[in-house]
């Protein structure tokens, strides 16, 4: 059965860091694969940089993972300021819902302490009630997680989240955007069940419908 899967970003780079390798599987499975990105981060860019450098990375980063162009977008809300605009946010996340009608949603985790990704986990928690909705994870925003989830892998998969994760090239200072980090975790995962790489995830919602098997 093929799936239509909504990944939602609070900020561009955020799907990919999270759960890019799973994307590629998903994609490579045939799954109508949609990313959304909340912010374009115009605030946080370093000076000289161009207002559109992120959605232009977005753009290159989403193609590495295979998600066609017109699945891909970026809304306009404000970075770090998500919390004043929770019902314009959920408003957002409603008419997405009308439109892609998701069987899967992938989300931020709520026990992520950024701000803009704790609200947009609340709201799609909201939003996306009816279906299944599965949290990834953050390491560097989590105090906690829980690995309730494993999502098993490629070196395929493992290679396009790398190669999506450099596209971000105003980014690559990051400590969290360096392949040692982003193979090390995908290893850790996969050595905690004996596969060789997985990404995981926390499960608020599973809807497993009458002709679905687990």
């Known amino acids: 059965m093929k799936r239509t899967v909504l990944v939602i970003a ?7 860091l999270g759960c890019g390798a799973t994307i ?4 490579r ?9 909340f912010s374009s981060c115009q605030d946080s860019l370093k000076e000289g940089e161009a207002p559109d450098c992120l959605i232009k990375e977005m753009n290159e980063a989403t193609k ?4 066609p162009r017109e699945n891909v977008r970026c809304l306009d809300f404000k970075v770090r300021h998500f919390e004043d605009h929770r019902q314009e946010i959920l408003d957002s996340m409603l008419e997405l819902g009308r439109q892609i009608k998701p069987d899967i949603v992938l989300s931020p985790s709520d026990h992520d302490i950024h701000q803009d990704h704790l ?6 928690l909201r939003a996306f009630k009816k279906g299944t909705i599965l949290q990834y994870e953050v390491p560097w925003n989590n105090y906690t997680f829980d690995n309730q989830l494993f999502f098993c892998v490629e070196e395929e998969d493992v290679r396009k989240k790398v190669e999506a994760v450099k596209c971000y090239l105003s980014q690559e200072d990051r400590d969290y955007a360096k392949e040692d980090f982003l193979r090390g975790l995908l290893i850790t995962h996969g050595v905690q069940i004996g596969h060789k790489f997985a990404e995981v995830f926390e499960i608020p919602r599973l809807i497993v419908k009458e002709n679905e098997i687990l």
Request: proline share 3%.
């Open 10 to 16: 609070p900020h561009t780079d955020d799907g990919e």
């Open 24 to 27: 590629s599987k998903l994609v």
């Open 29 to 37: 499975n045939g799954a109508d694969v949609h990313y959304v990105a």
């Open 64 to 67: 590495v993972l295979g998600i």
């Open 119 to 124: 609200t947009c986990a609340n709201e799609c």
